[in-house]
């Protein structure tokens, strides 16, 4: 059925505020990278790619090593992050396509309502937008349709006259593709999946009609967000705010601008995340100017590991070079093992946070029953622990376990262990090259001596063996 994007209502909520004067509460900052593995950044010494901005945030904070998001892929992570609640706890917590319905239950606490409920002014800008008094978004993501920014559920700059359509089961009569006109691909030509709309000559996923003079530009879409950032900064410095900035890069298509373009020498991916450590060294300095570094909580992380070839021929594997996105990892984006879902995460507060490096597991499932300690009072939230100490570099306890999940399958890491149960599915994502982890055998690591998981210990472990199924299964009962 074809839908008139006119008044665009995707998956958000939105949540009045009452606005206070300012506060001696600090404000928070999440800036969420998108496909940023745990060897895209320079501070983990791991690949060769330098980041600089990413890097001042480790110098002056806290590292994690051992921080993982919920899932590898990027919509269940997302909703962990909000949440607090594991992804496989809800069924339509998976890749959402533009024109999808509500998944998070308005009943649901989210981080966004724990800081509107202490008098903070909040906002998402960038990827994704739940439970926010602001929001400045993409409908869905970079490679998908529609390819528009939504501002507080409405399509911005979207002319009544023009209305769009969007579909994501059949195209529009008439309409051109991928496939039916070839030539519009004048930017980045598809490798898998992405031939269906063509629009700034990318070809995306799904259908669209109409709406021209709403429709993005790629190329400067980092500064259209960044220049929200800017205002909403502005519009809130006098009262305690909550930021959720949502970087699209390094997700496909990598359309870098032009100031980016060739200065990783590793093609359009290196590009992007050279334009995203620049979007976060553009934060810390304006709000260093702003004199709110010592009064700001900035977490940085990525919602699942790093893939490659993920749809379009950019020369992410060939101009790769020494590069290692995953570090010392094995799998990446869409994996059950340890690239999949650890992640790049630290945490920075300008004289309130001393630097140094954690080796705790925490996992993004807790940052907001942390957030909720930072500002009012609780333990727990959902699934999610309270470790506001740990990141505040106060203690070194962290998670003992977690559950983590990758395309509708899960496994469990416990302490320094890491058990995948026995899975049908294939054992390598052909199109993007990346091990899943899936097996009908049952796998077992020791991650303090094998960390690239070489190494399975299921037949020699066996009493450990027995002891994390028993322990998988009681934790993912439904």
Same mark, same amino acid.
């Not at 074809?2 to 949540?15: D, E, H, N, P, T």
């Not at 669209?208 to 530009?217: C, D, N, P, R, V």
């Not at 940052?367 to 622990?385: F, P, R, T, V």
């Not at 509708?408 to 990346?434: C, D, E, S």
């Given at each position: ?376 009072? *609780?333990? %727990? ?6 470790? =506001?100490?740990?990141? /505040? +570099?106060?203690? !070194?306890?962290?998670? @003992? ?35 899943? *982890?899936? %097996? ?6 020791? =991650?303090?001596?094998? /960390? +690239?998981?070489? !190494?399975?210990?299921? @037949? ?19």
């Amino acid at each position: 059925m074809k839908k008139a994007l006119g008044f665009l209502c995707l998956v958000s909520l939105f949540i009045s505020c009452s606005k206070e004067e300012k506060t001696q509460t600090p404000n928070v900052i999440i800036i969420y990278a998108d496909d940023l593995g745990y060897g895209d950044v320079s501070a983990y010494e791991s690949g060769t790619l330098h980041t600089p901005n990413i890097d001042r945030l480790a110098a002056g904070g806290i590292k994690f090593t051992q921080a993982y998001a919920t899932s590898a892929t990027c919509t269940p992570s997302r909703f962990s992050l909000l949440t607090g609640i594991y992804p496989w706890r809800n069924e339509r917590a998976r890749v959402l396509a533009g024109d999808a319905p509500l998944l998070i239950h308005p009943d649901t606490t989210t981080i966004a309502d724990i800081f509107s409920s202490a008098g903070y002014s909040t906002a998402v800008i960038g990827k994704w937008h739940l439970g926010f008094d602001y929001s400045y978004i993409m409908a869905a993501t970079n490679d998908r349709v529609p390819t528009v920014y939504v501002k507080n559920k409405m399509v911005e700059n979207l002319s009544p006259d023009d209305p769009l359509y969007v579909n994501y089961q059949e195209n529009f009569e008439g309409e051109p593709t991928a496939i039916s006109n070839p030539e519009l691909m004048t930017k980045i030509k598809w490798q898998h999946g992405h031939n269906m709309s063509v629009h700034n000559g990318i070809p995306r996923i799904g259908f669209m009609k109409g709406g021209k003079s709403a429709l993005w530009t790629d190329e400067t879409m980092y500064e259209i967000f960044l220049n929200e950032v800017y205002s909403f900064i502005d519009a809130n410095r006098q009262k305690p705010f909550f930021l959720y900035y949502g970087l699209h890069e390094p997700h496909v298509p990598r359309v870098p601008n032009e100031k980016f373009v060739g200065k990783s020498g590793m093609g359009p991916r290196g590009d992007a995340i050279l334009e995203a450590d620049y979007c976060v060294g553009q934060l810390l300095d304006k709000l260093g100017k702003d004199g709110l570094l010592e009064n700001t909580l900035i977490i940085f992380s990525s919602d699942n590991g790093p893939v490659l070839n993920d749809g379009y021929y950019d020369d992410a594997v060939e101009k790769l070079g020494d590069h290692t996105p995953r570090g010392p990892l094995r799998g990446g984006k869409y994996s059950l093992f340890e690239a999949g879902t650890r992640v790049p995460f630290i945490t920075y507060w300008k004289g309130k946070i001393n630097p140094g490096t954690s080796d705790e597991m925490i996992s993004q499932l807790d940052i907001a029953a942390s957030m909720k300690s930072l500002i009012s009072s *609780g333990e %727990s939230h959902y699934d999610g622990q309270n470790f =506001l100490n740990m990141l /505040l +570099g106060k203690e !070194q306890k962290g998670r @003992e376990e977690l559950v983590i999940q990758a395309m509708g399958r899960t496994a469990l890491r416990w302490k320094n262990w890491a058990y995948l149960p026995a899975n049908q599915g294939p054992a390598v994502v052909q199109h993007v090259n990346n091990e899943t *982890g899936f %097996s009908m055998e049952e796998q077992l690591y020791d =991650l303090s001596r094998d /960390l +690239g998981q070489n !190494q399975n210990l299921a @037949e020699t472990e066996s009493e450990m063996l027995e002891k994390l199924r028993n322990r998988y299964l009681e934790l993912t009962k439904r």
